[in-house]
């Protein structure tokens, strides 16, 4: 565990309006740089997606060869990816693809008119080798959609609705097959308000932690996102008010039981689920809170993890212009958004402030001596060293200089971090300023020879693409047996860290 140093950094007044208000910091808040301190690990290409640029509505987004968002196993021990184009694809031992699903022909509406849209996430019931169901998340269009939301943000209507985020049950009736065929259903319809698919759903999973018995076995969790209300396009974009309620499911980790309360008998939630009984907000007393919240206050929180050896659940959660964070997330906890960024207070709070701005916490809650009523991150970079937090696992696999890291990356920039896990926990004491340090980890690729070249996540990119590129968009995916993948929405690369 490390105790930051109270920070030295530059400040300057607000307007006169703001009177005794606290100094806005108008340099790096955080000045400590993540560098490189001896971490290795070679990176191996698997598999190439096929092109998909090019293939869908003329209103996409152009950028991105295919769009991979996620790899995941299967309970059967089948391995699955996704090109959020559209297309979920089986991986076989071989590395050789076959198309699984064409969700672009079975769902008409989508939307994938930007790179974080589509078919964006899916998981597989525990025992989909069973009852072959599985699980998606995706966005639609609401024009001429003859589709209805389950919920609308608080203060908007219908006619308001430009897009849906949409959670699906899929039915196979052989489990077993190698091209999906059966039915689905829908769990959830949310109404997207503002004018572009920012920050959409962007996860839907399982705890792979949790066994038969387990209060959280079969449990199906969702992102925490704030539909766009941040910094989304349009009229209805920053509006600090539709975050922090508990009567919405704006920038909610919502847990459900996917199951219909037809089948389950318990409590209805938004849509056709079940509400879990021992989610906090499910049994408050307090009927004007949504009984699906797990936890809340989150920005853009698109992505989820669990820690094999104590079920820690990890969520990575993107900040706006300065901080990007790892928190651990516990039942019925405010992580803060809008009121915080990283253990910093938010702009949008101070009379004259703005949302990019950063302001000093009150010294006595940034010494814990006084609890706010948030949680706070247990790890944290500015954008310094990155634009965009990805999402990350504790490693427990094979590679031994990785073992026992929490092991993420950056969206934009490619580059590979970790933070040890250990320290990270201890990090969760109640103190703002209490987090585990980062170091970034250096990729390399084994020549022919056997000689290792250090090589960026973004160079690989680029070299496969064969021209340069802005942003990598990488994302992280765990094996079965705990092994990461790194994978790309630029290049539809799969490619595998490996001992």
């Given at each position: 565990m490390r105790i930051l140093a109270p920070l030295v950094i530059a400040v300057s007044a607000l307007p006169a309006a703001a009177g005794a208000a606290p100094l806005q910091i108008t340099e790096n808040p955080l000045p400590e740089p993540v560098e490189l301190r001896g971490l290795r690990a070679e990176v191996r290409q698997l598999a190439r997606l096929p092109e998909t640029q090019g293939?869908?509505?003329?209103?996409?987004?152009?950028?991105?060869?295919?769009?991979?968002?996620?790899?995941?196993?299967?309970?059967?021990?089948?391995?699955?990816?996704?090109?959020?184009?559209?297309?979920?694809?089986?991986?076989?031992?071989?590395?050789?693809?076959?198309?699984?699903?064409?969700?672009?022909?079975?769902?008409?509406?989508?939307?994938?008119?930007?790179?974080?849209?589509?078919?964006?996430?899916?998981?597989?019931?525990?025992?989909?080798?069973?009852?072959?169901?599985?699980?998606?998340?995706?966005?639609?269009?609401?024009?001429?959609?003859?589709?209805?939301?389950?919920?609308?943000?608080?203060?908007f209507a219908p006619d308001d609705v430009v897009y849906y985020n949409v959670i699906t049950e899929w039915r196979a009736a052989s489990p077993e097959s190698a091209a999906f065929e059966g039915a689905r259903r829908e769990l959830l319809r949310v109404g997207q308000v503002v004018d572009s698919l920012t920050h959409p759903f962007g996860y839907v999973g399982f705890n792979p932690t949790a066994a038969p018995g387990d209060a959280d076995y079969?449990?199906?969790?969702?992102?925490?996102?704030?539909?766009?209300?941040?910094?989304g396009a349009g009229p209805n974009s920053r509006r600090p008010e539709q975050l922090q309620r508990l009567d919405s499911v704006v920038g909610a980790i919502l847990r459900i039981d996917p199951r219909s309360p037809s089948e389950s008998g318990g409590q209805k939630g938004l849509g056709d689920y079940t509400i879990p009984s021992d989610n906090r907000f499910a049994s408050d007393g307090d009927p004007d809170t949504l009984g699906e919240i797990y936890a809340h206050g989150f920005r853009n929180a698109h992505r989820l993890s669990w820690d094999a050896e104590d079920g820690t659940l990890f969520a990575t959660d993107i900040g706006?212009?300065?901080?990007?964070?790892?928190?651990?997330?516990?039942?019925?906890?405010?992580?803060?958004?809008m009121q915080r960024e990283g253990h910093f207070d938010n702009g949008i709070n101070f009379p004259g402030g703005e949302l990019d701005q950063l302001y000093p916490l009150p010294p006595d809650v940034l010494t814990g001596e006084t609890e706010d009523g948030f949680t706070y991150p247990v790890a944290i970079y500015d954008h310094d060293e990155g634009r965009a937090i990805t999402g990350g696992f504790a490693y427990r696999g094979a590679i031994e200089a990785l073992r026992g890291k929490f092991v993420f990356g950056d969206v934009r920039m490619g580059r590979v971090f970790a933070a040890d896990l250990a320290a990270m926990k201890a990090a969760d004491d109640g103190v703002p300023t209490t987090v585990a340090p980062i170091e970034e980890v250096q990729l390399f690729v084994r020549e022919a020879d056997g000689r290792e070249r250090d090589v960026t996540f973004m160079e690989l990119v680029e070299a496969t693409n064969g021209a340069p590129v802005e942003r990598t968009d990488l994302h992280i995916s765990r094996s079965r047996d705990g092994e990461l993948f790194l994978t790309s929405r630029q290049d539809g690369t799969v490619r595998m860290l490996v001992p």
């Amino acid at each position: 565990m490390r105790i930051l140093a109270p920070l030295v950094i530059a400040v300057s007044a607000l307007p006169a309006a703001a009177g005794a208000a606290p100094l806005q910091i108008t340099e790096n808040p955080l000045p400590e740089p993540v560098e490189l301190r001896g971490l290795r690990a070679e990176v191996r290409q698997l598999a190439r997606l096929p092109e998909t640029q090019g293939r869908l509505p003329e209103d996409q987004d152009a950028a991105g060869f295919a769009r991979v968002s996620f790899v995941r196993d299967a309970p059967d021990g089948r391995r699955f990816v996704n090109d959020s184009r559209g297309f979920l694809y089986l991986l076989d031992a071989d590395n050789q693809l076959t198309l699984y699903l064409d969700f672009a022909e079975a769902l008409p509406f989508t939307a994938y008119n930007r790179v974080e849209s589509g078919f964006i996430g899916f998981d597989f019931h525990p025992e989909f080798a069973e009852n072959g169901l599985f699980y998606t998340v995706h966005c639609e269009y609401a024009a001429d959609n003859p589709a209805r939301p389950d919920f609308i943000p608080p203060g908007f209507a219908p006619d308001d609705v430009v897009y849906y985020n949409v959670i699906t049950e899929w039915r196979a009736a052989s489990p077993e097959s190698a091209a999906f065929e059966g039915a689905r259903r829908e769990l959830l319809r949310v109404g997207q308000v503002v004018d572009s698919l920012t920050h959409p759903f962007g996860y839907v999973g399982f705890n792979p932690t949790a066994a038969p018995g387990d209060a959280d076995y079969g449990l199906l969790y969702t992102s925490g996102s704030d539909i766009g209300f941040s910094n989304g396009a349009g009229p209805n974009s920053r509006r600090p008010e539709q975050l922090q309620r508990l009567d919405s499911v704006v920038g909610a980790i919502l847990r459900i039981d996917p199951r219909s309360p037809s089948e389950s008998g318990g409590q209805k939630g938004l849509g056709d689920y079940t509400i879990p009984s021992d989610n906090r907000f499910a049994s408050d007393g307090d009927p004007d809170t949504l009984g699906e919240i797990y936890a809340h206050g989150f920005r853009n929180a698109h992505r989820l993890s669990w820690d094999a050896e104590d079920g820690t659940l990890f969520a990575t959660d993107i900040g706006m212009n300065h901080i990007e964070e790892v928190n651990i997330v516990r039942n019925g906890e405010n992580y803060g958004w809008m009121q915080r960024e990283g253990h910093f207070d938010n702009g949008i709070n101070f009379p004259g402030g703005e949302l990019d701005q950063l302001y000093p916490l009150p010294p006595d809650v940034l010494t814990g001596e006084t609890e706010d009523g948030f949680t706070y991150p247990v790890a944290i970079y500015d954008h310094d060293e990155g634009r965009a937090i990805t999402g990350g696992f504790a490693y427990r696999g094979a590679i031994e200089a990785l073992r026992g890291k929490f092991v993420f990356g950056d969206v934009r920039m490619g580059r590979v971090f970790a933070a040890d896990l250990a320290a990270m926990k201890a990090a969760d004491d109640g103190v703002p300023t209490t987090v585990a340090p980062i170091e970034e980890v250096q990729l390399f690729v084994r020549e022919a020879d056997g000689r290792e070249r250090d090589v960026t996540f973004m160079e690989l990119v680029e070299a496969t693409n064969g021209a340069p590129v802005e942003r990598t968009d990488l994302h992280i995916s765990r094996s079965r047996d705990g092994e990461l993948f790194l994978t790309s929405r630029q290049d539809g690369t799969v490619r595998m860290l490996v001992p």
